[in-house]
């Protein structure tokens, strides 16, 4: 089946809406004639969007949650059900960066990456899977990894050891929903893109003190990478084309991601330690 034909008339939920590939999945689920829930915490972002979304014949409603405070994420669900039904789809895909070496990271950028990128997908999964898996009706569910939740790239652990969790906590998310005897109409797919548009970049943190000088070169590298990085429009048609195909890795680049994909596998099957790649760099971004 297309992803119109899948997805069109449902409704969707997608955290982080505001920019990079979450605006880029809104304007792809809006065309394919989904009702949209934009959720972001930045209130102006999803308010032109909806605007933008509704004057090319749409229909999108703004939602602004903190997808940290799971109390804010539950409410949001109430108000999806409650106004709109049920649930065709759930992205949550909400997600911040953070430079500078592990040992400068201040705890509260740590903790924020934490919070943003690993709890707020875990709060969407409570809020919203439960009434998705309450009836027969199709659904899906799409986390948020990253091609850094295949790779290691030094200065930027934080992002990256929260994009392994999210993978690792989608690949247990599907075998469970198995378990419980819903995958004949919950399908749990894992979102990793490669380089896509964002300002994840401009607003990740960095560090206060130790080495900033390396903290700021790694953001410069990224932003050299965002220079040629894919449009998020048509990165999200390859993400909805490929769930229609009943792909569980979704992929932007498929030979980008993949050839990290594959030599994350070397890596664990030779056993051995990684090593410094001067001259590769895998790029993390999605939001």
Same mark, same amino acid.
């Given at each position: 089946?297309?992803? +119109? ?11 982080? !809406? ?37 004057? !090319? ?28 039904? !049920? ?11 953070? $430079? ?14 934490? +919070? ?5 997908? $875990? ?136 050839? !990290? ?20 760099? $895998? ?5």
């Amino acid at each position: 089946m297309t992803a +119109d034909a899948i997805f069109g008339g449902g409704v969707a939920v997608i955290t982080g !809406a505001g920019a990079g590939i979450g605006a880029g999945l809104a304007r792809h689920a809006s065309q394919l004639g989904m009702t949209v829930v934009l959720a972001d915490i930045d209130a102006a972002a999803i308010a032109a969007l909806r605007d933008e979304i509704r004057v !090319a014949g749409g229909n999108a409603v703004d939602a602004v949650c903190d997808v940290r405070d799971a109390a804010a994420v539950q409410r949001l669900a109430d108000r999806v059900f409650d106004e709109f039904g !049920a649930v065709r789809l759930l992205v949550n895909n909400a997600g911040v960066e953070q $430079f500078g070496y592990l040992w400068d990271t201040p705890l509260a950028n740590w903790q924020r990456i934490v +919070d943003v990128n690993i709890n707020g997908v $875990f709060h969407g999964i409570r809020a919203f899977l439960p009434r998705m898996m309450s009836t027969d009706a199709p659904a899906w569910v799409w986390n948020l990894s990253s091609i850094g939740g295949v790779a290691v790239v030094p200065l930027q652990a934080p992002y990256i050891m929260s994009k392994h969790a999210v993978l690792a906590l989608t690949e247990c998310l599907n075998l469970e929903v198995q378990s419980a005897g819903h995958a004949h109409h919950i399908h749990v797919q894992a979102v990793l893109p490669g380089a896509v548009v964002s300002n994840i970049f401009e607003s990740a943190g960095g560090v206060d003190t130790g080495n900033t000088d390396a903290a700021e070169g790694q953001r410069a590298a990224m932003l050299d990478i965002k220079a040629a990085a894919m449009d998020p429009l048509a990165a999200a048609q390859v993400v909805f084309d490929q769930a229609a195909e009943g792909r569980f890795y979704l992929i932007t680049q498929p030979d980008y991601v993949g050839a !990290a994909m594959s030599e994350r596998a070397r890596v664990l099957t030779s056993q051995q330690a990684p090593q410094l790649r001067e001259h590769r760099r $895998f790029d993390p971004t999605h939001n």
